[in-house]
Structure formats: structure tokens, C-alpha cells
């Protein structure tokens, strides 16, 4: 893997339109192994790894790792594979990625779908907080051995449908493969309290947005259907007895919405 060049694994036929999948904070390229298959039936998927995560780790600069960088190493990806425009997807914090990929760089984008995510917050006191909250996680990230930190973490209520998946321990396992040092960099840079916040940019956006939350997630569908509001291509979708982690709970009803999103006109 060259310098600089995010990790990805790619599906389907590159003469096909593209989609571009962005993992959420802690994931990797691997997340999207049971999705992309489907998926690539029509499309050329680029399922990536984002920096400081999976095997995006070695030879990226600390500038890399904010929302700004991570988006021009976006382009630089899409650039290498000859792909002039893609439809985007993320989760969490690759759903926060993929909007300001596309609000900064509409040109590259057809479609966006958002997975459980955020334009970030709105004011300036907010990200404050969640940034000396995101600093707090980076520094046990840093002394807590790994089984303690992710068991921790998954026990947040938003993630119990997840964690009562058959699959959990499969994820979990990958989990356990990721550098703490470079997620720390990554909180600190990427996450929500330093992402610059987006709500004053969504009328403007003229691409249309599938915005997908899961029933039990009450705050990322509350927040998906204000971006609605305001967002004038967009619409959202709920998908019942889902939590945060559609993609990975609800994985045929995640491809369906996805395909048929894809498949209507603009």
C-alpha cells in the first residue's frame, strides 16, 4: 500500500457507478464484508479504511486525521482508482465523514446515504464539552487494556441489540486487531466534538440523501429527522427492531434500503 494511500478493499466491476463505504469509530473496511457482496451487484464498492483505523495506520500525517485531511485523502483514493464521481455511505462517524466529504466536495459525490449520523453539533459550547468528553476516552484508550476498554464500550445502551447479535464476538475480534495510539489521534481529530459543524450547510445540498436510522436509536432518528427539515433531497427511513448498527443487525433490510435508494431517480 503506498504512502498516504487509504487502506480499501474493492467489489464489483469498476466500469460500474461507485459507492464508497465509510466504517464508524473503532471499525474498519472489514465491517462491510457481508454487505458489499450485495451490494456490488450494480456496483463498484470501495469499501475503505479510514485513518488511524484497520490497516490506515502507517505513513498518514496528524493532519490526515482531521475531517478536512481525511476527505482529501478521500479524493486521493478515488483519484487512484479512476473514479471521477461515487455515491457515498457511512456509519457514525463515517456518516459524519461522508456528509462533509460530499458538502465539501460535491463535485465527487452522486448520492449520500448516512448510517446513525450527525451534521455535529451546533454550537460551540457543545463540541467544548464533547471534546473534553472525547479526550477522556482517548486517554483510556491509552492505559486501559483493550478487553476492558471495548467491553465498556459496547455496554452503552445504544448498543445492546448489537451486542445480542450471534455475530458480536466476530466484530469484537476485529476490534481487538485496531491501535490504540492511532484511534486515540483519531478521537481527538475526528471525533464529534472536533468535527466543525455542518447544520448551517444543509439546505444548500442539492444531492439527495437517504438519512437511515434504527427504531431503538431515539437520538440519531431524532436528529435524522432534523436534518429532513431542512435538508431539500432528503428523506429518512427507520428501520424497526434495529439499534445503532443497522448494517450489521439488520443486514438484508440495510442492503434493500441502500439498492433501492441507488436504483431511484433524482
Not at 458480536?168 to 486515540?184: D, H, K, S, T, V
Request: glycine share 8%.
Amino acid at each position: 500500500m503506498p504512502s498516504g494511500l487509504l487502506s480499501h478493499r474493492v467489489y464489483g466491476r469498476p466500469d460500474c457507478p461507485a459507492l464508497l463505504l465509510l466504517h464508524g469509530f473503532l471499525g474498519c473496511k472489514e465491517d462491510w464484508r457481508d454487505i458489499a457482496p450485495a451490494l456490488s451487484h450494480n456496483h463498484f464498492v470501495v469499501a475503505v479504511d479510514l485513518p488511524g483505523h484497520g490497516d490506515s495506520v502507517e505513513g498518514f500525517s496528524e493532519r490526515d486525521y482531521t475531517m478536512i485531511g481525511c476527505a482529501e485523502l478521500l479524493v486521493g483514493l478515488l483519484n487512484s482508482l479512476k473514479v471521477n464521481t461515487c455515491s457515498v455511505a457511512g456509519y457514525s462517524m463515517g456518516g459524519r465523514m461522508a456528509l462533509y466529504f460530499a458538502v465539501h466536495h460535491a463535485d465527487r459525490c452522486n448520492r449520500i446515504i448516512l448510517e446513525s449520523a450527525s451534521p455535529g453539533l451546533r454550537t460551540e459550547a457543545e463540541r467544548i464539552a464533547r471534546r473534553k468528553h472525547d479526550e477522556g476516552v482517548a486517554q483510556r484508550l491509552l492505559a486501559e487494556p483493550p478487553h476492558r476498554f471495548l467491553n465498556d464500550w459496547y455496554a452503552q445502551p445504544l448498543f445492546e441489540p448489537l451486542r445480542n447479535s450471534t455475530r458480536f464476538g466476530e466484530l469484537l475480534e476485529r476490534r481487538y486487531r485496531n491501535n490504540p495510539q492511532a484511534l486515540a489521534l483519531s478521537l481527538r481529530h475526528m471525533g464529534t466534538g472536533a468535527q466543525p459543524t455542518l447544520w448551517d450547510l444543509l439546505p444548500a445540498i442539492r444531492l439527495p440523501i437517504l438519512l437511515l436510522t434504527g427504531e431503538f436509536d431515539v437520538k440519531c432518528t431524532r436528529i435524522a429527522q432534523e436534518m429532513a427539515a431542512v435538508c431539500p433531497h432528503s428523506r429518512t427511513e427507520v428501520i424497526a427492531g434495529a439499534g445503532h448498527t443497522l448494517h450489521f443487525e439488520a443486514p438484508d433490510r440495510y442492503i434493500a434500503a441502500v439498492q433501492g435508494f441507488l436504483m431511484e431517480r433524482k
